[in-house]
């Protein structure tokens, strides 16, 4: 079973911040969290992923609680196309299993 | 580089039908992994290798067989097809070297199987 828990869905107003939460209180420490997104029926796309420091890249942001146990995606503006299934995953390096993922809707 | 690649993308089968799907990567990556999903699920993991002639089963197995012959290639085979085993595949890769955990994963476009 997926180590992670996340919404199964969530609304965001487009242009502002869409925030997912994710929960892994089972992480151990040499497990990374990553995140991916899948749009309609498409490969999931990588967004980021990190350890215990918080991290930035050009599509998001992610910040990780100090015990690691949940982290929370944050997309600073979002648009209409970033309406997607998010999946929170936590990495063992011969594993990467998906739950079920938060459903983001993006509203005009 | 091409990446992942997986053929064909369609693919219509008859009950007990069998098939081959392909996939082949070209990053010279050691680890790949074979995914289904159904409509409106997430992804579940089928089987998963490590490395040329090794592979290991993940989550939902049952009815597949995988073998990795090379670092290329890694198809899975559908012995009997069944209507339970209509879903989207998925391919995916990862370099792995020396089992690091902080490697993305490069996904293929998709298998779309219907079996009637």
């Known amino acids: 079973d997926a180590k992670t828990t996340q919404p199964t869905s969530m609304d965001c107003a487009e242009g502002r911040a869409a925030n997912l939460p994710c929960n892994h209180s089972?992480?151990?420490?040499?497990?990374?969290v990553y995140w991916y997104r899948q749009i309609h029926s498409q490969g999931p796309q990588y967004i980021i992923h990190?350890?215990?420091n918080n991290e930035t890249n050009e599509m998001a942001s992610l910040i990780i609680t100090e015990d690691r146990k949940s982290s929370t995606l944050i997309l600073p503006h979002a648009t209409l196309r970033d309406t997607a299934v998010y999946y929170c995953?936590?990495?063992?390096?011969?594993?990467?299993?998906f739950g079920a993922g938060t459903r983001l809707t993006v509203k005009p | 580089n091409a990446g992942v690649t997986q053929t064909p993308k369609f693919r219509i089968l008859k009950i007990g039908q069998s098939m081959t799907l392909q996939c082949a990567q070209d990053?010279?990556?050691?680890?790949m992994y074979w995914y289904r999903q159904d409509p409106g699920m997430g992804l579940k993991l089928i089987y998963y290798?490590?490395?040329?002639?090794?592979?290991d089963k993940g989550e939902v197995p049952n009815g597949y067989n995988v073998s990795r012959s090379t670092t290329e290639d890694f198809p899975l085979r559908l012995e009997l097809a069944a209507p339970s085993q209509t879903s989207v595949y998925f391919c995916?890769?990862?370099?792995?070297?020396?089992?690091?955990?902080?490697?993305?994963?490069?996904f293929g476009s998709g298998t779309q199987l219907s079996v009637l």
């Open positions: 995953i936590v990495r063992v390096p011969h594993d990467m299993r």
């Open positions: 089972t992480i151990s420490g040499n497990e990374y």
């Open positions: 990190g350890l215990k």
């Open positions: 990053m010279n990556h050691n680890y």
């Open positions: 290798s490590v490395g040329a002639g090794i592979t």
């Open positions: 995916a890769s990862v370099p792995g070297d020396r089992g690091r955990a902080n490697e993305k994963l490069f």
